[in-house]
């Protein structure tokens, strides 16, 4: 069991940055791949960025690359989410989750999810 708490969003001006942190409960942690989804209202939840647990590689959506920088730290059982240049288009509820290897971008793969945080960009 992974139990996932979320912190850092609020609002920003465009252009602006913000950084996101996960903290993740259990031993179980550095078994499982973390990912970061959001979810504008009215739209499905969409992949943002992923950490893989074999070997740290990173995976992004085409829409924050260069933008965006996953990364975790195992000692911390946390997770971030580094975000930068944020356009009105980024505002969103941001959710992370921990799934099993190997890496997938399907939210359905995702076991655990924390309860999100609001993150709003103004023009």
């Known amino acids: 069991q992974v139990q996932l708490v979320e912190s850092g969003g609020g609002l920003v001006q465009a252009g602006g940055s913000l950084s996101l942190s996960c903290a993740a409960s259990g031993r179980a942690f550095s078994r499982y791949n973390m990912g970061w989804f959001r979810q504008a209202p009215g739209k499905e939840r969409e992949f943002v960025a992923a950490?893989?647990?074999?070997?740290?590689?990173?995976y992004y959506a085409d829409s924050v690359k260069g933008r965006f920088t996953i990364s975790r730290d195992n000692a911390k059982n946390t997770v971030y989410l580094q975000m930068n240049s944020l356009k009105p288009e980024d505002t969103a509820v941001y959710y992370c989750?921990?799934?099993?290897?190997?890496?997938?971008?399907?939210?359905?793969?995702?076991?655990?999810w924390g309860q999100g945080t609001q993150v709003t960009v103004s023009s």
């Open positions: 950490v893989s647990i074999s070997d740290g590689s990173t």
């Open positions: 989750a921990a799934g099993r290897p190997p890496y997938t971008d399907y939210a359905g793969r995702y076991e655990y």
